[in-house]
């Protein structure tokens, strides 16, 4: 009995001494995943172990925390509402904004203004960036400049690779000071990227100006349009177009009504000799809501023909500038449902299920 109660005497006195010493402020790391835990606790311990307690920093290495689940599914849901909206209008019949409308005009070129000194400015317009092999190309240069500037400019046409100068032309003051007009002819010079430079002499030294414009080969002829008809909630458009050389062929064109446009429409098509058109198609989901249905007209046709081999290279042409103004027929029988398209229904149902999951 003695050598129980010594034994139990030696068993809480040793268990006393590991915990005093735990306890201790010799031990500085045994509890430090406690304290890490702890971080953050509204109060700490009191005394000297308080004050003496290690700081606990965040880990440089530690990955931020993730969104949370709502906010990805909030992103999820969103992309899966847009991609529902964008897919009501078929591919080959979508609306169009005034803004898309000009940005979408296929043969429009933009001034170049080259910065001269004392805020002056060096400024080429061309009528349009893509020219039909042998069409004239009109040449307009405008100099707004404090320097003297010399009675004439030249304009060269070359090929931007090799440099070399196809066409050359000089540009006459015509009208007000400062502005000058020539034309350049180029008949005989390959489709391709070209760059035209036109050359002043300021104060007696040369300032070149660049800008890029394109040769088109000739691709056929535009003959009009055939009946309008409306069949499978679309309106039909027939363009007839004749082509030079056989292929496949993309056409498209912007549809108003009166000056406002209405849609973007394009199809592909071969046309081989034993059809000449091209059937546009206006879907219901961008005329059913039309209050006003007057006269339509297609504007900035564009026809491009279509690589025949990888690495070939698609040349453009375009239809009249006053495009082709029609009456169409009864769209009363349009309704704005939307197009069927089996893989975007698939691709949106998916969308929804990854936004339901969160």
Not at 110 to 122: A, D, H, M, N, R
């Amino acid at each position: 009995m003695a050598r129980k109660a010594l034994l139990l005497l030696t068993l809480v006195s040793t268990s006393v001494v590991g915990m005093g010493y735990i306890l201790s402020d010799e031990n500085r790391s045994a509890f430090r995943w406690l304290t890490t835990l702890a971080t953050g606790a509204s109060s700490a311990p009191a005394g000297k172990a308080a004050s003496t307690a290690p700081a606990v920093l965040p880990s440089i290495d530690q990955a931020p925390e993730p969104p949370s689940d709502n906010a990805l599914g909030f992103m999820l849901a969103g992309i899966a509402e847009q991609y529902e909206q964008s897919t009501r209008y078929p591919a080959w019949s979508v609306p169009l904004s005034k803004a898309q409308a000009k940005a979408y005009q296929g043969n429009r070129y933009e001034p170049v203004s080259l910065p001269l000194e004392g805020e002056g400015q060096f400024t080429v317009t061309l009528e349009k960036y893509r020219f039909t092999r042998g069409e004239t190309i009109l040449v307009a240069a405008a100099i707004q400049s404090a320097q003297v500037v010399g009675r004439s400019l030249t304009a060269t046409l070359e090929k931007p690779d090799s440099r070399e100068a196809v066409a050359s032309a000089t540009l006459e003051q015509a009208g007000s000071a400062g502005y000058f007009e020539g034309t350049l002819e180029a008949s005989e010079e390959e489709p391709g990227e070209y760059r035209l430079i036109v050359e002043a002499r300021l104060d007696g030294r040369p300032v070149r100006h660049a800008s890029p414009l394109t040769i088109e080969p000739y691709l056929g002829d535009f003959g009009g349009l055939g009946e309008p008809h409306v069949s499978n909630n679309n309106l039909i458009i027939p363009v007839r177009f004749s082509p030079e050389e056989p292929g496949f062929y993309a056409l498209s064109a912007q549809l108003y009504s009166g000056q406002r446009p209405v849609a973007q429409l394009q199809m592909e098509q071969r046309l081989d000799g034993t059809s000449d058109t091209i059937n546009l198609k206006a879907h219901g989901t961008v005329l059913a809501n039309e209050t006003e249905t007057g006269q339509l007209q297609l504007r900035h046709i564009q026809i491009r023909q279509l690589p025949a081999r990888p690495g070939d290279r698609t040349n453009y042409a375009f239809g009249p500038e006053k495009g082709y103004v029609f009456t169409p027929p009864d769209l009363d029988n349009l309704t704005d449902t939307p197009a069927v398209n089996p893989e975007s229904e698939q691709r949106a149902a998916l969308l929804r299920q990854l936004a339901d999951k969160f």
